[in-house]
């Protein structure tokens, strides 16, 4: 009679169940008083606004605190479910059980599952009581909610680390590689965006564009919305498609572990023929690290405002030959590595030096590029954090690309005339004037393209303003003062004050010169957007003083800050308005006068109110 295969050992199950116990109990705690005794604490005081602000605390702690709990518990089983692999002894001792290759690894698996989910589960019906006994309807769904979430991201993080463990041959490069590889990708952008925007005009530094290959940042980022005044999860085709990949991942490492080398334990990667792909893997995180910590420990305090692209390729190939030799070291498990390596040596810094070529001499135009209208879907323009969001067939599309070109054309002119302010500014003197007429300003455009893609630019930009207007008077400056003057424009960044689903919650009154500030009154809401979209409609409102140049008495004497929320698709989303109120805005003026908002009124515009 043939005997049944079987895939699980309950006797290796119960030897890890009653090895690592302390690892599920301490799971279990903070599961216990992050969920039940929270809720029960949260259900007795009267502070919280009731159920919904428990539902959003359970959603919350799945949301924020599951991948993080996830992301930890999930490398701690598997360093103590695999730790037998990091010595050769250890590692014949179990493999010369009575059981399968395949047998070993399900069990070690299951184990961890159990350790952690099982728990999990059970707590999760354990706050689901004590929320129906204190009067908390509806928080079931919340509560399998936040156990979903925290198992599918559990299934993720177990197989990744369960995958590092198989590549590598000790405790410690498991751990050390499953911190590294989840979070390689923002460290190569991070590091790119870096030396990019050092010699690149218009790249910055900042922000991920493939932050959906970083799941720990990807989880965290506005996963829970507000619907119909409840809190809703958005990240569940995300957590599905990245559960289906730990699912695969632990299949190849079920498949690695059938054919893993006995002798392999105790090596930093265990499969030989990945070595060189690891090798150069990790030998260029630390070129990119070291060459920009090089440069800016040597040379950032000579080359303060122009960056030095032989003295930067210099430092990057000192940390090519650290990256790559001590790499070699590590993976040979020897220091006697320079006499056989020094080729690839070579090689790995002719890249090096052909990267910072590509880079620093914009082969791929990078720093010339301007869109056609035709490629975009929508541009953002912010200057000085002044937002202006347009849509592709606006017609003041054309005129954002008319200045991204100019701003393109004139990058050397635009570059001397800052050097020359900072250069002034790190002076001794100090002259009013001149700061008061010369001055800089921050300018970022995001293109969303029809094809699904985004682009970026950022530029620090000089601006000089006249004296007796306090308008600016070089070009670029004045267009974008133009633009954001354009009735079009005022209306785009004012659609507070003409969308329909819009909740206005505050209006704050600012007067510029003793910046004091007195919020209108909700009553009175109504009345001043009436008032404002009058002033807007006949053209007598200023843009938002966008350059910031300080003629505040000229252009306008008080700011009015308008907030709320907007609903789209039936999620509530920020929404805000600045309004520069001068003495054209006759409108507005007489509303916040009759109201008694402007005390100083016949003082600042004495031809345009009359007194009360």
């Given at each position: 009679?043939?005997?049944?295969?079987?895939?699980?050992?309950?006797?290796?199950?119960?030897?890890n169940i009653s090895r690592f116990w302390l690892l599920g109990i301490f799971h279990l705690i903070i599961w216990v008083l992050g969920m039940p005794v929270m809720v029960s604490n949260m259900a007795r005081y009267t502070e919280f606004g009731g159920s919904v602000d428990i539902y959003k605390y359970i959603l919350g702690f799945g949301?924020?605190?599951?991948?993080?709990?996830?992301?930890?518990?999930?490398?701690?089983?598997?360093?103590?479910?695999?730790?037998?692999?990091?010595?050769?002894?250890?590692?014949?001792?179990?493999?010369?059980?009575?059981?399968?290759?395949?047998?070993?690894?399900?069990?070690?698996?299951?184990?961890?599952?159990?350790?952690?989910?099982?728990?999990?589960?059970?707590?999760?019906?354990?706050?689901?009581?004590?929320?129906?006994?204190?009067?908390?309807?509806?928080?079931?769904?919340?509560?399998?909610?936040?156990?979903?979430?925290?198992?599918?991201?559990?299934?993720?993080?177990?197989?990744?680390?369960?995958?590092?463990?198989?590549?590598?041959?000790?405790?410690?490069?498991?751990?050390?590689?499953?911190?590294?590889?989840?979070?390689?990708?923002?460290?190569?952008?991070?590091?790119?965006?870096?030396?990019?925007?050092?010699?690149?005009?218009?790249?910055?530094?900042?922000?991920?564009?493939?932050?959906?290959?970083?799941?720990?940042?990807?989880?965290?980022?506005?996963?829970?919305?507000?619907?119909?005044?409840?809190?809703?999860?958005?990240?569940?085709?995300?957590?599905?498609?990245?559960?289906?990949?730990?699912?695969?991942?632990?299949?190849?490492?079920?498949?690695?572990?059938?054919?893993?080398?006995?002798?392999?334990?105790?090596?930093?990667?265990?499969?030989?023929?990945?070595?060189?792909?690891?090798?150069?893997?990790?030998?260029?995180?630390?070129?990119?690290?070291?060459?920009?910590?090089?440069?800016?420990?040597?040379?950032?305090?000579?080359?303060?405002?122009?960056?030095?692209?032989?003295?930067?390729?210099?430092?990057?190939?000192?940390?090519?030959?650290?990256?790559?030799?001590?790499?070699?070291?590590?993976?040979?498990?020897?220091?006697?590595?320079?006499?056989?390596?020094?080729?690839?040596?070579?090689?790995?810094?002719?890249?090096?030096?052909?990267?910072?070529?590509?880079?620093?001499?914009?082969?791929?135009?990078?720093?010339?590029?301007?869109?056609?209208?035709?490629?975009?879907?929508?541009?953002?323009l912010t200057v000085n954090g002044e937002s202006l969001a347009l849509s592709a067939n606006d017609p003041l599309v054309a005129r954002v690309l008319e200045i991204h070109q100019k701003i393109v054309a004139s990058k050397s002119e635009n570059e001397g005339v800052l050097e020359a302010y900072y250069e002034y500014s790190g002076t001794?003197?100090?002259?009013?004037?001149?700061?008061?007429?010369?001055?800089?300003?921050?300018?970022?455009?995001?293109?969303?393209?029809?094809?699904?893609?985004?682009?970026?630019?950022?530029?620090?930009?000089?601006?000089?303003?006249?004296?007796?207007?306090?308008?600016?008077?070089?070009?670029?400056?004045?267009?974008?003062?133009?633009?954001?003057?354009?009735?079009?424009?005022?209306?785009?960044?004012?659609?507070?004050?003409?969308?329909?689903?819009?909740?206005?919650?505050?209006?704050?009154?600012?007067?510029?010169?003793?910046?004091?500030?007195?919020?209108?009154?909700?009553?009175?809401?109504?009345?001043?957007?009436?008032?404002?979209?009058?002033?807007?409609?006949?053209?007598?409102?200023?843009?938002?003083?966008?350059?910031?140049?300080?003629?505040?008495?000229?252009?306008?004497?008080?700011?009015?800050?308008?907030?709320?929320?907007?609903?789209?698709?039936?999620?509530?989303?920020?929404?805000?308005?600045?309004?520069?109120?001068?003495?054209?805005?006759?409108?507005?003026?007489?509303?916040?006068?009759?109201?008694?908002?402007?005390?100083?009124?016949?003082?600042?515009?004495?031809?345009?109110?009359?007194?009360?």
């Amino acid at each position: 009679m043939q005997s049944k295969k079987s895939y699980f050992d309950k006797a290796i199950f119960r030897n890890n169940i009653s090895r690592f116990w302390l690892l599920g109990i301490f799971h279990l705690i903070i599961w216990v008083l992050g969920m039940p005794v929270m809720v029960s604490n949260m259900a007795r005081y009267t502070e919280f606004g009731g159920s919904v602000d428990i539902y959003k605390y359970i959603l919350g702690f799945g949301a924020y605190g599951a991948p993080a709990m996830a992301f930890g518990f999930a490398i701690w089983s598997v360093m103590a479910l695999f730790s037998y692999q990091s010595t050769t002894k250890s590692v014949s001792m179990y493999h010369s059980l009575p059981v399968t290759r395949a047998n070993l690894f399900i069990t070690n698996y299951l184990s961890g599952i159990s350790l952690i989910l099982l728990p999990a589960a059970l707590v999760s019906a354990l706050t689901w009581l004590v929320a129906a006994v204190n009067g908390i309807g509806g928080a079931a769904i919340y509560i399998v909610q936040c156990f979903g979430i925290y198992a599918l991201s559990f299934v993720f993080f177990f197989g990744f680390a369960c995958l590092c463990a198989q590549l590598t041959g000790n405790t410690m490069a498991t751990a050390m590689l499953y911190v590294f590889l989840n979070f390689v990708v923002a460290i190569f952008e991070f590091c790119i965006r870096a030396i990019m925007g050092m010699f690149i005009y218009g790249i910055r530094m900042g922000g991920l564009t493939f932050e959906k290959l970083i799941p720990m940042a990807y989880l965290y980022y506005g996963r829970i919305k507000t619907v119909n005044t409840l809190p809703a999860y958005s990240g569940w085709k995300y957590l599905l498609v990245i559960a289906v990949v730990g699912c695969l991942m632990t299949a190849a490492a079920w498949f690695l572990y059938q054919r893993r080398h006995s002798e392999s334990a105790g090596d930093i990667i265990a499969v030989r023929r990945l070595r060189p792909f690891f090798k150069y893997l990790f030998a260029s995180v630390i070129t990119l690290l070291l060459g920009l910590a090089f440069y800016g420990i040597i040379f950032s305090s000579l080359f303060r405002n122009q960056n030095n692209l032989a003295a930067f390729t210099v430092c990057m190939l000192g940390g090519a030959f650290i990256g790559y030799f001590v790499t070699e070291m590590a993976l040979r498990k020897t220091l006697k590595v320079f006499k056989t390596a020094w080729k690839g040596f070579a090689v790995f810094a002719a890249l090096v030096i052909v990267m910072m070529g590509i880079i620093g001499f914009d082969v791929l135009g990078a720093e010339k590029w301007v869109p056609a209208a035709a490629e975009l879907e929508s541009i953002e323009l912010t200057v000085n954090g002044e937002s202006l969001a347009l849509s592709a067939n606006d017609p003041l599309v054309a005129r954002v690309l008319e200045i991204h070109q100019k701003i393109v054309a004139s990058k050397s002119e635009n570059e001397g005339v800052l050097e020359a302010y900072y250069e002034y500014s790190g002076t001794s003197g100090y002259d009013g004037r001149y700061y008061e007429l010369n001055s800089s300003f921050s300018l970022y455009i995001t293109y969303k393209k029809t094809n699904g893609g985004v682009s970026e630019r950022y530029y620090t930009l000089p601006v000089q303003f006249d004296p007796n207007t306090g308008m600016a008077t070089n070009e670029i400056p004045a267009m974008i003062e133009e633009l954001y003057s354009q009735p079009s424009a005022v209306k785009a960044r004012t659609r507070i004050l003409w969308e329909s689903d819009v909740s206005v919650t505050s209006i704050e009154v600012v007067e510029v010169s003793v910046y004091s500030s007195t919020y209108v009154d909700n009553e009175d809401f109504a009345g001043l957007m009436e008032a404002a979209k009058a002033d807007i409609q006949q053209g007598n409102m200023l843009t938002y003083n966008v350059l910031g140049n300080g003629k505040y008495e000229e252009l306008g004497a008080y700011r009015v800050y308008i907030s709320g929320y907007e609903t789209v698709g039936g999620r509530d989303s920020y929404i805000y308005a600045n309004l520069e109120v001068n003495e054209d805005c006759v409108n507005v003026l007489r509303f916040l006068e009759s109201g008694g908002y402007l005390t100083e009124i016949e003082t600042i515009f004495p031809e345009t109110v009359e007194p009360a």
